[in-house]
């Protein structure tokens, strides 16, 4: 379902401005179901900032933060650039992965979880270092891994 | 000499961010008025003995840009702070921008006035979502305590901030791609010239500085330029803040003097290597540096030393990797990184990436043929000489600088040692 009033209170929001594209797209995203942009978004968002669809849909492609598929309610993000390479960041990949019953990449069934890897967001000092729902958590290793996630898991199937 | 010294980063757990009355006892906003008071050329001209050079990486002279943007007329202007900080091992903007946001925003607001904008934005990337919040809690203070948007101490010099969110890329940290970022484009970079100071947002004039540079402006108006270059080395005056990180015991944000060695960073500021290994390797100045070898180690950090030894300060990022790291693995990160990050629109860069990615995956895989080193040599040359931005020029930097140091490696796992031999003559 396209949530049509809330985008056009980000659209007012910005007051229709094709230049603010890329932070319009971000705030549409997140007042979408499964926090992505359908092709129906795009072809509202494209019809109302008179933008071609091509144009939106680069921009999608192009930016990481901005994402074409749907995820989960919660966003595990491992980052998976050098720091946490050289910190052994595929104990806490495979932790997430037995603890999730997913893979990289993957969403659980139930729609809950998404798994996916990212690339540095700035936390090498608490490395290795997963984004759960945007929020950043560190020094981890497989015990930490898998607590958070029970944690998680408890809060969410209570 | 102290190995680590406050200047930048002085105000660090002295104040919340949004506390603009303890700032200003620390002496805040001092810098801009002496700015205001004493003039553009004043400012220049402390910048030029302080020698601050661009902090994102670029290591461009602070004043020489200044002074070039100071000249030049235009119906419109703007500045930018650069907090697309984006580069791997790099987190020191970070720190700034959540523990001394005033000092970046002040930083701003002094190139707005020597540049000559009533405006400037501030470019926080996606990633810093939670800093982007307490950052413009901090912009409203300015404007209720009318520093923003009103004149101030005097003069007829007005100014205002808005924040953009990055999205995600990292080629948006090169100043021409942030820019089309924000015109609502995605992030290709523009063939210069022009340039952006010259043509920049929206085809006006834009002074972009990373967020240190701006702290570090402030710095140097706040306790004088003269005090500031008493600290450092000769060609490398002053201070840096650096991020170490990897496999060290306190991992973490540190200001020091330009000139003490990496040894005395790794082994006394950041407490040595984890479990008294040894040290493998270090990465200086993020993703886009070449690999130094452990026993390289008594290098004095400053621009001269590491440039002489073919390293560079780049954005103060150092990485440390013990002996448990293998480079190839490394290696293999770099590239997927540069691959996953290639913006797509020269093919050096874009096919480049795709085929040194490949062949390192055969080297980890046992397939890879002593030939293949010398063709993953000619496609990095290509990349580094032929790219259209920085991204693609630099991407395989690691890679040759591990050839150079690291070569036995390579050769260890190469499949077919048959086909060619290293050191005797010809590569076939």
């Not at chain 1, 008179?50 to 989960?72: C, D, M, Q, W």
């Not at chain 1, 910190?87 to 019953?101: D, P």
């Not at chain 2, 946001?101 to 405006?119: L, N, R």
């Not at chain 2, 397939?367 to 580094?384: L, N, Q, V």
Request: overall charge negative; hydrophobic content about 35%; some cysteine.
């Amino acid at each position: 379902m396209l949530n049509t009033q809330a985008i056009e209170a980000i659209l007012k929001k910005y007051q229709y401005d094709e230049k603010a594209l890329i932070n319009i797209l971000q705030d549409v995203q997140e007042v979408c179901e499964g926090r992505y942009i359908s092709e129906e978004t795009a072809a509202h968002v494209s019809e109302e900032l008179n933008i071609s669809k091509r144009t939106i849909y680069e921009v999608i492609t192009f930016f990481a933060a901005l994402r074409e598929h749907p995820v989960g309610e919660v966003l595990i993000q491992l980052c998976n650039s050098t720091v946490c390479k050289v910190k052994k960041n595929a104990e806490v990949k495979a932790a997430l992965e037995e603890i999730l019953g997913i893979e990289m990449g993957e969403t659980s069934q139930d729609k809950k979880f998404t798994l996916e890897y990212t690339t540095c967001f700035g936390a090498c000092d608490v490395s290795p270092a997963i984004r759960i729902n945007k929020v950043v958590y560190g020094n981890l290793d497989r015990d930490k891994t898998l607590m958070l996630m029970r944690e998680l898991k408890g809060a969410l199937y209570e | 000499m102290n190995r680590v010294q406050a200047f930048i980063t002085a105000n660090f757990d002295c104040y919340e961010y949004n506390d603009i009355d303890r700032y200003i006892e620390l002496g805040g906003f001092e810098a801009l008025k002496k700015a205001i008071e004493k003039g553009s050329d004043y400012v220049i001209d402390e910048l030029r003995t302080a020698d601050i050079k661009g902090r994102g990486g670029a290591g461009y002279p602070t004043w020489k840009k200044w002074a070039i943007g100071h000249k030049r007329q235009a119906e419109k202007k703007y500045v930018v702070c650069n907090a697309d900080e984006g580069e791997p091992g790099t987190f020191k903007d970070r720190e700034l921008l959540k523990k001394d946001p005033f000092k970046v925003i002040e930083g701003m607001m002094i190139s707005g006035f020597v540049f000559g904008a009533s405006k400037g934005f501030i470019y926080i990337r996606e990633e810093y979502a939670y800093i982007q919040e307490t950052f413009k809690e901090a912009l409203e203070v300015m404007r209720e305590k009318k520093y923003l948007g009103h004149p101030v101490f005097g003069s007829d010099f007005v100014f205002e901030i808005e924040v953009f969110s990055g999205a995600g890329a990292y080629v948006c940290g090169e100043n021409s791609s942030l820019i089309e970022s924000m015109e609502g484009r995605v992030g290709r970079p523009r063939i210069k010239s022009p340039r952006v100071g010259e043509k920049g947002y929206l085809g006006y004039p834009t002074l972009v500085n990373n967020v240190e540079t701006l702290a570090g402006v402030t710095t140097v108006l706040l306790i004088g330029a003269e005090r500031y270059a008493q600290y450092g080395t000769q060609e490398s005056p002053g201070t840096k803040v650096i991020c170490v990180s990897g496999n060290v015991k306190n991992p973490g944000v540190y200001e020091i003097p330009f000139g003490v060695t990496l040894r005395e960073i790794i082994y006394d500021i950041a407490g040595g290597v984890e479990e008294g290994r040894r040290i493998k390797f270090l990465q200086l100045g993020g993703i886009s540096g070449p690999l130094m070898p452990g026993n390289m180690i008594d290098i004095g950090y400053s621009y001269e030393a590491l440039e002489q030894e073919g390293f560079s300060v780049g954005s103060g990022s150092i990485l440390v990797a013990d002996e448990t790291n293998r480079v190839i693995d490394f290696l293999v990160s770099v590239s997927d990184f540069f691959y996953h990050e290639s913006c797509g629109k020269c093919v050096p860069c874009r096919e480049g990436k795709r085929q040194l990615t490949r062949l390192l995956k055969k080297f980890v895989s046992g397939t890879a043929k002593g030939k293949d080193i010398k063709t993953i040599e000619k496609i990095a040359h290509t990349m580094k000489y032929t790219s259209f931005c920085g991204l693609g020029q630099t991407a395989p930097t690691a890679l040759l600088s591990a050839i150079k140091y690291f070569l036995p490696e390579f050769w260890n796992l190469v499949g077919d040692k048959e086909v060619s031999r290293i050191g005797e003559g010809e590569w076939k």
